[in-house]
Every structure is written in structure tokens, then in C-alpha cells.
């Protein structure tokens, strides 16, 4: 199905991806490392580290948190490097902002890990976001305090499980208005289950992950009152995974969340909610388990979008090298068609190894804009090179088309990429990305695209529902178009958090102009199943910023809304 529409005007080209990474500038000096430089070559150094977005004191600018990784010592062992904390702070001189290093103040980097991973969700519904911190042992939660500072859950039961965890993501899986994990697992490497591979002593590479048995994932259900119980077999969990990218989200919109998990090399999970918190697996009989000719990918990086605009959420995955990045059309009734090859996806070629990822609108033109991150994860590629461009496809209504790059900008010149997060940091009302590498700084990219459109930013507050509002869907009505849908989501990317607000691009054929008395309409349907509308206020002026709607879920049932005539 094309999102182009009889009477459109053709679409623009697509435009240079515009970002400037301004983390030195910031002050932001965040590195993963990987621990390479040891010389193991062990399939642990080749998942690298998470970024993620968030306001962690609630001053209504975001702040940055990072994974640090870890070195190997003798033993051998495993030595954890830092998580850190960069709270947005007032500049020294004049109006802007810069980050400061806060993880000690914070209490972040108490506890060692060889980490990879972050997911943050406000599972005690205080206001005050919480942490998760994934990787090889056991999985870290921190308490947010609400005074600046976290204090580590010493009794949950991810505490006392040390299989290697990558990526995890919050959402409100039995219904019950807070918050549960789902925490991914990946395979069984250990110091004594390290097999050599490569072409010589001299040329040892990283195994792939078809030498190693996979991990069973794990559901925590949120008990409500600070804990938490493992439900993974009653929640109806496969254990023959082996997984990197998890989504949480309602696929079918039928009012439940579902869970959709990336697997490298084997089946991808597509786990469809009952509505009580148990699940069936249906990737394969839904389509989205393997590719378009029958085969399991390497799956990393995923993300959920509406990219063609009828009202069905559709599931974006990045792949390994070889294999194209999949997307995978909602066809409705719980079907997904692969169309990669239908929409230009596969004229990138297979040269790619994806990492983390976002389908957003870069530009507001309200189509969407996919990121990705990529690099290899094998020292001696014979394909592609270990340092790859990172990515930015653009639709056209029809076709996704990779936009150049100008030389010298940091989507021109290739990366080790691995976590991308997306963020608003300086509040401008676009989107900017956090992208962790191996072994160098993180990079903090300010978006300078021109815009095309207006950017409508949405702020969701549940009672009723679980506070963070996730598998909230909120659509966006303007002037007789067919309605722009999008949803707030559990995990996504990799090993990443971007920050949980809507961003919609109200494209300049849809905007209204300056004093106009017809409003643009929001319609909400909250999971508890409460649907509210809000109007989208007029700018005074086009050079207006855009202010965060914040929309509170009501805490008593009201009418739904009665649909206008269309003009």
C-alpha cells in the first residue's frame, strides 16, 4: 500500500542528513569500551553499549546516561567499566545548556558489571523514571530516588541470575496500571566456553553466534509494591532464543501489548497477548519470523512505525550483513507481509551489519524517516569493512531512498555505531540522537535539518494506565487527511532508551495557517481504554517553537469523542 494519495504534490527530494555531534562541546565524554585490546576475541566484545535519554529530576530537560562496558584482567576475568550520568545543566556564559558528569553524586557506579544495555521506565508510577542496566551477569535495577540520587534493588530476582542479558524493555504486559520487564538473553559464552575461531593463530576472530547455545529470555511481573516475580513460563516463553532487539507494543491493537524480540540467527519472537499477561508465540504464522525467502537473520536493531499511514503499525528490523534490514507490513487480522524489496530496501545491498535504530520524522514532513546505526562485529570482514556508514532512509510515499550525506558530517564519515536514542536535548521541538561506538566517544548529534513541516510534541501522563502511558496510540487529524498514528513503546532500538514523548510532523500541505479557526485534533486511546481528544493550539507566528502538549489521562471514564464530517 503507498502512502501517496491521488492529487499529491510529488515529494521533495530527500533531503542531507544535517546533524553536528556537539558531545565534546557539551561537555559529554562518555566511551564504551569493549575490552578488545586484551586480545580474547571473545563474542562478548562484539555487542558493544546502549545510550538512553531521559529526565531523570524532573527539571524538563533531558539528561544522557551511557554504558561503559569492561576490560578483561587476568584469571581471567571480567573488570566493569562505569555506567555514567550527564545531567543538562545552565551554560557557564549566556543561555545555553552542557551536561555534567553526575554518575558518583547519582550513585550510578557502585555496583560492577561488564554492562551493555539501559532501559528506564517508572515502574513505581512516583514521576521519577527508573533504571535498568543489562549485561554479562547479573542485571542491575536502580531506584530514582527523586532526589538526584538512585539506590540499586539489591532483592529483585535478576539479581540473582548471571546469564548475559542485552537488551530489555518496559511495559505494562497484565494490565494492571505498572510497570514489568521483559529482559532479553543472549547466548551461553563463558571463559569455558570460549572456542577459537579464525583462519590462523594469528587471524583468531569472534565467533559467530551459531557456535553458542542460546539463553531463554525472562518476564518480571510488577508486583506493585516495589517487587517483582519472574513469570517467564507462565507468561508462555520460548527458551530457544538468542536475543538483542526487544519491542514492546501493541501490534494487532486490540488494547494489550504485545511482545516482538530480534533474534541473531535464529526466529524471530512475535508473542501476542492474551490480555492477562500470558502470551502465544505467532512470529512465524504472523510472518515476522524470518525473511522474504524463508531464512532466520541476524536481528539487532528494531522499531515500530506507520509508514505508509493506514492506521497499522508496521515493524522495522535491522539485519546482518548479507541479509537485507527487514520491513514488515501490518496487513491487519495479525498478518505481516515483508516488503523490503517492494519499498527500496533492499537497493542498499547486503554490505550493512545494523545496530540501533529509529523510524522517526527527522524533517517533519510527515513521512517517515529511518536511522541506523551500523559496524561489524568480526575483525577480519571479507565483505564489508569493520567501520560502516551509519544510515538515513527517507520515503517518498513509495520507496525508501538513502540520503548523501555532505562530506565531512558525521553520517559521511563510518563508525563502529552500536546504540542510537533519540531526544530532544536542547528543546527546539526536533529530533536528536545519541549513537554509542566501540571504543570512542559517545556521539551527541543536534538535528539542523530544515524543517518542512510543523513538529506537534506530545507529552503523555497515565493514572489509570501505568504513569509512562505506554501502548498509549495517539493520532493526529488534520484538515480531512487521512490521520497520522503513532505510539508510545516499550524497548525498541538497541540496548537503548529514547525519550518517551510523541513527535508527529504536521507537513507544510497539512499545516494551518497562522490564526486559523479549525483546530488539528489529537485522539488518544489510552490502554486502560479511555479515548480523549485534544486540539493542537495555533502558533502566533511561524518562527514559534513548539510547546510539549501534555495530555493527563482522566481518572474516570468519559465519552468517547464523536467524530467530525470530513470536508
Given at each position: 500500500?503507498s502512502?501517496t494519495?491521488?492529487?499529491?504534490?510529488?515529494?521533495?527530494p530527500s533531503?542531507a542528513?544535517?546533524?553536528?555531534?556537539r558531545?565534546s562541546?557539551?561537555?559529554i565524554?562518555?566511551v564504551?569500551?569493549n575490552?578488545?585490546?586484551?586480545?580474547?576475541?571473545?563474542i562478548?566484545e562484539?555487542?558493544?553499549g546502549g545510550?538512553?535519554?531521559f529526565?531523570?529530576?524532573?527539571?524538563g530537560w533531558?539528561?544522557l546516561?551511557?554504558?561503559g562496558?569492561?576490560?578483561?584482567t587476568?584469571?581471567p576475568?571480567?573488570?566493569?567499566e562505569p555506567?555514567?550520568?550527564?545531567?543538562?545543566?545552565?551554560?557557564?556564559?549566556?543561555?545555553?545548556?552542557?551536561?555534567a558528569g553526575?554518575?558518583?553524586?547519582a550513585?550510578?557506579d557502585?555496583?560492577?558489571?561488564?554492562?551493555?544495555?539501559?532501559?528506564?521506565?517508572?515502574?513505581?508510577?512516583?514521576g521519577?523514571?527508573d533504571?535498568?542496566?543489562?549485561?554479562?551477569g547479573p542485571?542491575q535495577l536502580w531506584?530514582?530516588?527523586?532526589?538526584?540520587?538512585?539506590?540499586?534493588?539489591s532483592?529483585?530476582p535478576?539479581a540473582?541470575?548471571?546469564r548475559?542479558?542485552?537488551?530489555?524493555?518496559?511495559?505494562?504486559l497484565?494490565?494492571d496500571g505498572?510497570?514489568?520487564?521483559?529482559?532479553?538473553?543472549?547466548?551461553?559464552w563463558s571463559f569455558?566456553?570460549?572456542?577459537?575461531?579464525?583462519?590462523s593463530?594469528e587471524?583468531?576472530?569472534?565467533?559467530p553466534?551459531?557456535?553458542?547455545?542460546?539463553?531463554?529470555d525472562?518476564?518480571?511481573?510488577?508486583e506493585g509494591?516495589?517487587?517483582?516475580?519472574?513469570?517467564?513460563?507462565?507468561a508462555?516463553?520460548?527458551?530457544?532464543?538468542k536475543?538483542?532487539?526487544?519491542?514492546?507494543a501493541?501490534?494487532n491493537?486490540?488494547?494489550?501489548?504485545?511482545?516482538?524480540?530480534?533474534?541473531?540467527t535464529?526466529d524471530?519472537?512475535?508473542?501476542?497477548?492474551r490480555?492477562d499477561?500470558t502470551?502465544t508465540?505467532?512470529?512465524?504464522?504472523?510472518?515476522?519470523?524470518?525473511?522474504?525467502?524463508?531464512?532466520?537473520n541476524g536481528?539487532m536493531?528494531i522499531?515500530l512505525c506507520d509508514f505508509n499511514?493506514?492506521?497499522?503499525?508496521?515493524i522495522?528490523v535491522?539485519?546482518?550483513?548479507r541479509?537485507?534490514?527487514?520491513?514488515?507490513?501490518?496487513?491487519?487480522r495479525?498478518?505481516f507481509?515483508?516488503?523490503s524489496?517492494?519499498?527500496?530496501?533492499?537497493?542498499?545491498?547486503?554490505?550493512?551489519?545494523?545496530?540501533g535504530?529509529?523510524?522517526?520524522?527527522l524533517?517533519?514532513?510527515?513521512?517517515?524517516d529511518i536511522?541506523v546505526?551500523n559496524?561489524?562485529?568480526?575483525?577480519?570482514?571479507d565483505?564489508?569493512?569493520?567501520?560502516?556508514?551509519?544510515?538515513?532512509?527517507?520515503f517518498?510515499?513509495?520507496?525508501?531512498?538513502?540520503?548523501?550525506?555532505?562530506?565531512?558530517?558525521?553520517?559521511?564519515e563510518p563508525?563502529?555505531g552500536?546504540?542510537?536514542?533519540?531526544?530532544?536535548?536542547?528543546?527546539d521541538?526536533?529530533i536528536?540522537l545519541?549513537?554509542?561506538?566501540l571504543n570512542?566517544?559517545?556521539?551527541?548529534?543536534?538535528?539542523?535539518?530544515?524543517?518542512?513541516?510543523?513538529?506537534?510534541?506530545v507529552?503523555?501522563?497515565?493514572?489509570?494506565s501505568?504513569r509512562?502511558?505506554?501502548?498509549?496510540?495517539?493520532?493526529?487529524?488534520a484538515a480531512?487527511?487521512?490521520?497520522?498514528e503513532?505510539q508510545?513503546?516499550?524497548g525498541g532500538?538497541?540496548?537503548?532508551?529514547?525519550?518517551?514523548?510523541?513527535?508527529i510532523g504536521?507537513?507544510?500541505t497539512?499545516?494551518?495557517?497562522v490564526?486559523?479557526?479549525?483546530?488539528v485534533?489529537?485522539?488518544?486511546r489510552?490502554?486502560?481504554g479511555?479515548?480523549?481528544?485534544a486540539?493542537?493550539?495555533?502558533l502566533s507566528?511561524p518562527?514559534?517553537?513548539?510547546a510539549?502538549?501534555?495530555?493527563?489521562?482522566?481518572a474516570?471514564d468519559?465519552p468517547?469523542p464523536?467524530?467530525e464530517p470530513r470536508s
Open positions: 500500500m502512502a494519495r491521488p492529487g499529491d504534490p510529488p515529494a521533495a533531503a542528513p544535517s546533524f553536528l555531534d558531545a562541546q557539551l561537555g565524554d562518555a564504551y569500551h575490552g578488545e585490546e586484551a586480545g580474547r576475541c571473545s562478548l562484539s555487542l558493544g545510550v538512553g535519554w529526565d531523570y529530576d524532573r527539571d533531558l539528561d546516561v551511557a554504558t562496558g569492561g576490560r578483561f587476568a584469571g576475568a571480567l573488570r566493569g555506567t555514567t550520568l550527564w545531567r543538562s545543566v545552565p551554560g557557564a556564559e549566556g543561555p545555553g545548556r552542557r551536561f553526575v554518575a558518583g553524586v550513585g550510578l557502585t555496583l560492577p558489571l561488564y554492562t551493555h544495555g539501559v532501559a528506564i521506565g517508572d515502574f513505581d508510577n512516583d521519577f523514571p533504571l535498568v542496566v543489562t549485561g554479562y542485571a531506584h530514582n530516588l527523586g532526589d538526584g540520587g538512585f539506590a540499586p534493588v532483592d529483585w535478576a540473582a541470575d548471571p548475559w542479558s542485552s537488551s530489555a524493555g518496559w511495559a505494562d497484565d494490565g505498572d510497570l514489568d520487564l521483559y529482559l532479553a538473553r543472549y547466548v551461553d569455558e566456553h570460549d572456542p577459537f575461531c579464525g583462519r593463530p587471524e583468531r576472530d569472534i565467533c553466534p551459531r557456535e553458542f547455545e542460546g539463553l531463554p525472562s518476564i518480571y511481573r510488577n509494591d516495589g517487587t517483582f516475580v519472574e513469570v517467564s513460563r507462565e508462555g516463553l520460548r527458551t530457544d532464543g536475543g538483542l532487539g526487544v519491542l514492546l501493541d501490534v491493537l486490540d488494547g494489550h501489548v504485545d511482545i516482538y524480540v530480534g533474534n541473531d535464529t524471530n519472537f512475535l508473542y501476542v497477548n490480555g499477561g502470551f508465540e505467532q512470529g512465524l504464522a504472523a510472518g515476522v519470523a524470518l525473511d522474504d525467502q524463508g531464512v532466520p536481528s536493531g522499531d499511514r493506514d492506521g497499522r503499525p508496521d522495522w535491522a539485519n546482518y550483513e541479509e537485507s534490514f527487514a520491513l514488515y507490513r501490518n496487513e491487519g495479525g498478518q507481509l515483508h516488503v524489496r517492494r519499498h527500496g530496501i533492499t537497493a542498499l545491498g547486503g554490505l550493512f551489519v545494523g545496530f535504530t529509529a523510524c522517526t520524522d524533517d517533519f514532513d510527515g513521512r517517515v536511522v546505526a559496524g561489524h562485529v568480526i575483525k577480519f570482514p565483505a564489508s569493512p569493520r567501520r560502516q556508514l551509519p544510515l538515513v532512509l527517507s517518498d510515499g513509495e520507496r525508501f531512498q538513502r540520503a548523501a550525506a555532505a562530506p565531512g558530517t558525521f553520517f559521511a563508525q563502529e552500536r546504540g542510537l536514542a533519540t531526544g530532544d536535548y536542547d528543546r521541538g526536533d536528536d545519541a549513537i554509542s561506538r570512542e566517544p559517545v556521539a551527541v548529534l543536534e538535528n539542523l535539518m530544515p524543517r518542512r513541516g510543523r513538529p506537534v510534541v507529552e503523555l501522563v497515565g493514572t489509570r501505568n509512562d502511558a505506554i501502548g498509549t496510540r495517539v493520532s493526529l487529524d480531512g487527511e487521512p490521520p497520522l503513532t508510545l513503546t516499550g532500538s538497541y540496548l537503548s532508551h529514547g525519550h518517551r514523548v510523541v513527535h504536521l507537513p507544510e497539512d499545516a494551518l495557517p490564526g486559523t479557526s479549525r483546530p485534533r489529537l485522539v488518544v489510552w490502554p486502560s479511555t479515548v480523549t481528544t486540539d493542537v493550539p495555533t507566528s518562527e514559534d517553537l513548539p510539549a502538549l501534555r495530555l493527563v489521562e482522566p474516570v468519559v468517547p464523536t467524530p
